[in-house]
């Protein structure tokens, strides 16, 4: 009796457990982690250093704005880990093959630096610790 509950209970923990993953959407953006070939990563500290945070392609279409919720604070260890990404990005390098934009305010205004592909650098003194809202520029081209 007591090993057909533990088998029962087994089966019951494994089709939850798979529940759960058939019902959950990949991650698209990340702390801590940037993914070489389509992400935007913006760090913390300036000259690619300190904590950072990744986003590209699978961010959704058009601008996208940093929030302040978990979905967007920097990771990965070091100055700024856990920190929001809006208003507190210090450098970026566009690993994504479009031209990536980094704005001032939310939904693509105000002042704004761009990034060819496979470039980076610091931001400039107006965006430092200022950035609001981002756009890659693979659905058509950003303000």
Same mark, same amino acid.
């Given at each position: 009796?007591? %090993?057909? @509950?533990?088998?029962?209970?087994? =089966? /019951? ?7 759960? /993953?058939?019902?959950?959407? !990949? ?7 940037? *993914?070489? #070939? =389509? $992400?935007?990563?913006? &760090? &913390? ?19 996208? $704005?940093?929030?302040? $919720?978990?979905?967007? #604070? ?6 700024? *880990?856990?920190?929001? +990404? ?5 450098? +970026? ?6 031209? /990536?934009?980094? &704005? ?6 105000? +002042?704004?630096? @761009?990034?060819? !592909? ?10 430092? *610790?200022? *950035?609001?809202?981002?756009? %890659?520029?693979? #659905?058509? #081209?950003? @303000?």
């Amino acid at each position: 009796m007591k %090993i057909r @509950r533990k088998i029962a209970a087994g =089966v /019951l923990s494994m089709a939850a457990l798979g529940l759960g /993953l058939i019902s959950a959407s !990949p991650a698209s953006a990340s702390a801590g982690y940037c *993914n070489p #070939t =389509v $992400d935007a990563c913006l &760090y &913390y500290s300036p000259g690619y250093s300190g904590a950072f945070f990744g986003d590209g392609y699978g961010s959704g279409m058009g601008y996208e $704005d940093y929030t302040y $919720d978990s979905n967007h #604070t920097f990771g990965g260890g070091g100055a700024g *880990n856990g920190q929001y +990404v809006r208003n507190n990005a210090a450098s +970026v390098y566009n690993y994504a093959d479009d031209i /990536l934009t980094i &704005y001032y305010s939310p939904g693509g205004y105000g +002042v704004s630096q @761009r990034f060819k !592909p496979r470039t980076g650098g610091d931001l400039i003194s107006a965006l430092r *610790n200022n *950035n609001a809202s981002q756009c %890659i520029e693979w #659905t058509g #081209t950003c @303000r």
